[in-house]
């Protein structure tokens, strides 16, 4: 299943979790042909011109409403949309009409509990996923970062072990995945595993100097290794990648801590 682009969440509470959509460009058996190329629509959408591609589908779906891609489209437009109920059943028409989706509808339907807050609806739907697509490490990442979440909102030490599994599952499938080594560095700094979690979120920046989650990771890393000056340095970093205000102003305060 390939995917074609990704979509970031970024969820901050204690820990950086960022959950992304599949996005599939694949003709399917039971599609007819659309009128207007996938291709340009999907276009429109790297653009970011989501309220033009949600016409173009909507009007596709009704003149060729067994075309599961277009059904499949119309979920990632609603969803770029903040329009989630509509999402939700866009996949899931998309499935029904294409049950070789399996692995990337029940993906989606992960991320979208994910962002509504039913982590427990998110587990089973990335288990799903994985039940279709075992070896896909995009969703043994999502499954892992809400294993993560659970853990930090409910202090249940058993969903750590599990996120640690997933995370070490990823990076067994696909050696150095950043979002991964972000995953267990914010892990072990839940731990106070401080030395390995330094090490995994600074490889993670090697080849992503400007990685938000790793950034801001590693200056708490630093911070609570009682090295200010690369706390400092690298949340300033973090800073000049002009993160959403709630994001940053978190980064503010703890640099403030650190001021003499």
């Keep these: 299943m390939q995917k074609q682009g990704r979509l970031l969440i970024v969820g901050l ?41 949600r016409e173009t589908l909507e009007k596709l779906v009704m003149t060729d409403p067994q075309n599961a891609e277009v059904h499949f489209m119309l979920g990632l437009t609603y969803f770029n949309l903040g329009e989630y109920s509509k999402a939700q059943a866009s996949f899931a028409q998309a499935m029904a009409l294409d049950p070789q989706r399996a692995a990337a509808v029940h993906h989606n339907l992960g991320v979208l509990a994910y962002q ?34 659970i853990a930090v ?53 090697q080849g992503n100097p400007e990685m938000r989650e790793a950034l801001f990771a590693l200056g708490m890393a630093y911070f609570a290794s009682g090295d200010v000056d690369s706390a400092k340095t690298t949340l300033q970093k973090f800073l000049d990648t002009q993160p959403p205000e709630q994001w940053a102003n978190e980064a503010r305060e703890i640099m ?5």
């Excluded at 204690?14 to 629509?41: E, N, R, T």
């Excluded at 995370?167 to 914010?186: M, N, Y």
Aim: zero cysteines; charged letters at 15%; aromatic letters at 6%.
């Design 13 to 53: 509470i204690v820990v950086l979790v960022g959950v992304g959509l599949y996005f599939v460009i694949q003709a399917s058996s039971k599609s007819k042909p659309a009128p207007v190329s996938v291709q340009d629509i999907q276009a429109q959408m790297d653009a970011g011109q989501y309220a033009a591609a």
């Design 256 to 260: 403030e801590q650190m001021e003499p």
């Design 153 to 205: 909102s409910q202090s249940d030490p058993t969903y750590l072990q599990q996120a640690e599994t997933e995370f070490q599952q990823v990076l067994t499938l696909a050696p150095g995945k950043p979002e991964a080594l972000v995953g267990l560095g914010t892990l072990y700094l839940n731990q106070n595993r401080i030395a390995e979690a330094t090490k995994l979120l600074e490889q993670a920046l």
């Design 116 to 149: 509504t807050g039913e982590m427990e609806t998110a587990v089973a739907e990335f288990k799903a996923a994985l039940a279709a697509d075992p070896n896909d490490p995009d969703s043994h990442y999502q499954l892992g970062a809400t294993y993560l979440q």
